[in-house]
């Protein structure tokens, strides 16, 4: 049976007007932690001139491949098995990455193994797109988000909303320079980077 998330049916269709402009001129989209799939299936097919390749946790991807075997689309890839504790990512370089709401769920040592992963994936000159809520200046930008953190906390004391000034110095320090900051619906954000061509391959 396949796996159903509410808000990516929700957020599907404002995120892709993003994802349309920003991926116009790229080819290879990996999707870090995508979840259901639904994003994958959605996106792809909306987006023919990308080759899509799906990533989750281990027991998470026969979820994914239920919703692949029922598109049949021929530009989404088999999801691969990553965890940002994996030691590396066998993953080929890819000129893009898309990631939705994954930062707050896990802990900050484990967002910044995140970043170092895909330091090591994106191509010089790819982007990396990074959508879900984020604090300014150490503040929540709405009630919604303050309950929501609040309860992200009541099940991890590790996860909860990260402040984007934290982020964003951290994909600075793996050569991401920041393009765009873009307003979402339900007080989400998309963070846009452009990786350099001094990222560390190490």
């Given amino acids: 049976m396949k796996p159903h998330s509410e808000s990516c049916e929700k957020n599907k269709a404002p995120i892709l007007a993003v994802l349309k402009e920003i991926f116009a001129g790229h080819r290879q989209v990996l999707e870090i932690a995508s979840g259901t799939g639904q994003h994958a299936v959605h996106f792809a097919r909306e987006l023919p001139h990308l080759s899509w ?16 075997d029922e598109a049949q689309l021929p530009n989404v890839l088999a999801p691969l098995a990553l965890d940002v504790n994996d030691e590396c990512w066998t993953v080929p370089p890819v000129d893009a990455i898309f990631n939705a709401n994954t930062v ?11 970043f170092a992963h895909i330091a090591r994936v994106i191509a010089p000159g790819g982007c990396v797109c990074f959508y879900g809520p984020y604090n300014y200046a150490g503040n929540f930008t709405s009630e919604s988000n303050a309950r929501f953190d609040a309860w992200l906390k009541s099940r991890d004391p ?18 991401l320079e920041l393009l765009h900051d873009i307003a979402m619906p339900s007080n989400n954000r ?7 061509a001094c990222l560390s391959r190490g």
């Fill in 53 to 68: 390749q799906t990533s989750e946790l281990q027991q998470n991807l026969a979820g994914i491949q239920a919703w692949l």
């Fill in 104 to 114: 707050h769920i896990i802990s900050w040592p484990e967002v910044e193994r995140l």
């Fill in 158 to 175: 590790n996860s909860g909303v990260r402040d984007f000034e934290a982020v964003n110095r951290l994909a600075a320090s793996h050569g």
């Fill in 190 to 196: 998309m963070l846009v980077w452009n990786a350099q």
